[in-house]
Structure formats: C-alpha cells, structure tokens
C-alpha cells in the first residue's frame, strides 16, 4: 500500500519549488490505492499548472510496476469545510459560517486569525433601548479553534 507520508513529501517538494504560496490541504489515499491531493494557494485558487506539476511529482516517483494506483490532485471546493490552519488565513474577509463542537454556529465575516482562535464579526439590527428605530449592531466573537466542529465559506449571490 501506498504511504500517506510518501505522497506528502512528494507533493511538499514540489510546492516547495514553485514557491507562490501553495498549501497542502489533505490527502487521501483509499485501500484499491486512489491517491486524491488537494492544494490551494494563499494568494488565490491553485492554478491549474500547479495540480499538474504536483501530480507529475508524485507519478513520476511511485513505480506502478511495484503498485498501481489513480492520482488525482485537486483544490478543495467552495462548500466543503476548512481543513488546515492556511485555510482560515486565505479566507480573511469572507463570509463564513462556524459550527461549534458543543452546540449552535455563528455566521459573519472572519476578520482575524492566530494560531489559537479565530474571530468572526456578525451584523445585525437591534432595538436599542430608548430608541425608536433597530440600529445596526456589530459584534465580534472569538472563537477557539478547539471549539470548531466545521468552518465553511457562506456563498451569496446578493
């Protein structure tokens, strides 16, 4: 059977040359030997060339004489879940919804990120006591990324 560790490394080198900000996000790898990458860039969408070139890599080191196996190397999509640490930090600025371990979700603009939590600004009209008319009210909740079952981008089309 093929490594986990052995894709890693050969993905790793190769985003390591082309040097533009490409992540590994995750790698799997099924039990009839189906490789599936995914890599994304901090600067954008992976292009195209680099899932080429890191596919290249890995194929022209593994010898299908000793073990067959389908490669397929691929960026994440938009509805799946955040995976890695890097993906938190390309999304600065986007809409997210983030769904806690325990219970409930906040849905709001991910404005920050360290290496312990994350913090999430959420929008909302409030009636403000003595007040007549809702006022829009801003909120910034930190979040422990220990806390987070899932983080996935909110797609609009307002």
Known sequence: MIKKETIQELAQERMD????????????????????????????????????????????????EVEDFELQVTTPGLSNPFKVHQQYIKNIGRNVKVVFLEVGSVEGKLIEVNDDNIVVETESKERIEGKKKRELVVKQHPILIENIKETKIVISFK
């Open 17 to 64: 040359e082309i040097n533009n900000g490409t992540y590994l996000v995750d790698i799997i790898i099924s039990n009839t030997n189906q490789i599936v990458v995914e890599i994304d860039n901090l600067n954008g969408g992976s292009s195209v060339d680099d899932c080429i070139r890191v596919s290249r890599n890995i194929e022209h080191n593994l010898d299908r």
